[in-house]
């Protein structure tokens, strides 16, 4: 069964970091395009960072620098490492993994900052 668990989110000060984790069952991740998204309040939801099958990565402009998108193989798992978190970075954080026409989404997980 194809299943993306997220897990990590918390409350966090401004300037702090998070690591999310995307606990992936039913493919491997590493044949796969993973990606991390997130929605604020009020807002669409917006595409962070990707990891394609060949690690190539990508960033959205605004986590470019402070955002690191990585997977671990053995775990079948993929990270988002997030520093110098700013408020506007408060959002639920989701995964999502894209296998041909199929897309496989986690439930989400929330990410608060305090100023």
């Known amino acids: 069964q194809m299943q993306l668990m997220e897990s990590g989110g918390g409350l966090v000060q401004a300037g702090g970091s998070l690591r999310l984790s995307c606990a992936a069952s039913?493919?491997?991740?590493?044949?796969?395009?993973m990606a991390w998204y997130r929605q604020a309040p009020g807002k669409q939801r917006e595409l962070v960072a990707t990891?394609?099958?060949?690690?190539?990565?990508n960033y959205a402009d605004s986590v470019k620098g402070r955002f690191t998108i990585s997977r671990h193989n053995a775990a079948n798992t993929v990270y988002l490492q997030m520093n110098s978190l700013k408020p506007e970075d408060t959002a639920v954080y989701y995964c999502?993994?894209?296998?041909?026409?199929?897309?496989?989404w986690g439930q989400g997980t929330q990410v608060t900052l305090s100023s």
């Open positions: 039913g493919d491997i991740v590493s044949r796969n395009t």
């Open positions: 990891l394609m099958a060949d690690g190539t990565t």
């Open positions: 999502k993994r894209t296998i041909g026409n199929l897309e496989n």
